[in-house]
C-alpha cells in the first residue's frame, strides 16, 4: 500500500461519529450527503476539531440544510475572517433524494440527524438518516440488550 492509498484508509476514513443519534432514535432509513464548507472548515476538520452531538437537519424551500454542528476554528486561520462555528450550512443531495425525505418528515413524522462524517475521496460527506424518537423504556431495552450481547462474549471468550 502506498502512501497516498495509505492516508485515507478505512481507518482514517471516519471524521466524527453522532453516538447520542444512536442512543435515542431508531434508524430508519440511512442516506450519504455532500456538504458546503468553507476553506477554514475544511482545515479544522482535518485536525478533529468537530462536534456532532447537537446537530439535526431542516429542509426549507427543497432544500436541506445541517445546523448545530459545531466546527472550532484554528487559531491560525485568516484573522480578516470573522469564523462562526455554528453556522448553518447546505447538503448537497439528488432531487429525488430530498423529495422522499420531505415527504417521510412531513407525512409519516420522521426526523432528521446525522450519525457520522467521513472523508470520501478527499470530500467531507455526511451519513444522515431518518429517525423516530426512541421512548425511555426502548433506551433501558436497547442497554440490557448491550450488556446481554458483552456478558455472552466473556462467556465465550472463557469456555475457550
Do not use: C
Not at 479544522?44 to 439535526?56: P, T
Not at 485568516?78 to 433524494?97: F, G, I, N, V, Y
Request: hydrophobic share 35%; charged share 35%; no cysteine.
Amino acid at each position: 500500500m502506498d502512501a497516498k492509498n495509505k492516508k485515507f484508509s478505512d481507518k482514517n476514513r471516519v471524521i466524527a461519529v453522532n453516538k447520542k443519534a444512536f442512543h435515542d432514535y431508531h434508524i430508519e432509513h440511512r442516506f450519504e450527503a455532500g456538504i458546503v464548507l468553507q476553506g477554514w472548515e475544511v482545515k479544522s476538520i482535518r485536525s478533529g476539531r468537530i462536534q456532532l452531538k447537537d446537530s439535526y437537519i431542516t429542509l426549507k424551500q427543497g432544500e436541506a440544510f445541517l445546523l448545530g454542528v459545531h466546527i472550532s476554528p484554528l487559531p491560525t486561520t485568516s484573522t480578516h475572517l470573522k469564523a462562526d462555528p455554528l453556522r448553518t450550512r447546505k447538503l448537497l443531495l439528488h432531487r429525488k433524494e430530498l423529495e422522499t425525505l420531505i415527504g417521510s418528515v412531513q407525512r409519516k413524522g420522521y426526523t432528521l440527524t446525522t450519525l457520522s462524517m467521513h472523508w470520501e475521496k478527499n470530500k467531507v460527506k455526511l451519513e444522515i438518516a431518518l429517525v423516530k424518537g426512541k421512548k425511555e423504556y426502548d433506551k433501558r431495552e436497547t442497554l440490557k440488550q448491550r450488556d446481554w450481547e458483552r456478558e455472552k462474549q466473556r462467556a465465550l471468550k472463557i469456555s475457550r
